[in-house]
């Protein structure tokens, strides 16, 4: 039922290709009349009925993701990845030097961004063992921090 009171009713299938070449499916749904009606421009801007496009697989998929984001155990996973994964990426991008490739070639610049992480992998070990050896010290001297 749209805001009116009318019926929205199933008009038929279809399938559409989005930008990357995924082929995807739709129901769509046309409301029977929406001349004169007093609510069209705050539910359409469609010069004819309001439709709706309602793709079954891609709802269930959102209220997958969303039961998953409302658990408890699964929300410390998903902030965890935002700190160890995804700064990652700023941190190269955020290297001057580090803004495009010099070389061409797929092979090139996949041993070049190699480096890059193998680079950043080495930074984050020399961190690790830094507090590693700084909390040693700390627990030796009877240090407490505050």
Not at 42 to 63: D, F, M, S, Y
Not at 73 to 80: D, G, L, T
Request: glycine share 6%; with cysteine.
């Amino acid at each position: 039922m749209c805001p009116n009171g009318r019926y929205v009713r199933f008009k038929k299938y279809q399938t559409k290709k989005n930008v990357s070449g995924l082929e995807q499916s739709f129901k769509q749904y046309e409301c029977e009349d929406c001349s004169n009606c007093p609510f069209k421009p705050a539910c359409t801007k469609a010069k004819g009925n309001r439709q709706v496009h309602w793709n079954t697989i891609w709802e269930e998929l959102k209220a997958k993701a969303k039961k998953a984001l409302e658990d408890d155990e699964k929300s410390v996973i998903y902030a965890r990845r935002k700190v160890e994964v995804e700064s990652v990426f700023g941190h190269i991008k955020g290297n001057r030097s580090f803004r495009r490739f010099s070389l061409r070639g797929l092979g090139k610049v996949h041993t070049v961004f190699g480096i890059v992480a193998l680079a950043h992998n080495l930074l984050k070990v020399a961190g690790i063992r830094l507090a590693a050896i700084l909390q040693q010290q700390v627990t030796q001297k009877g240090w407490t921090e505050n």
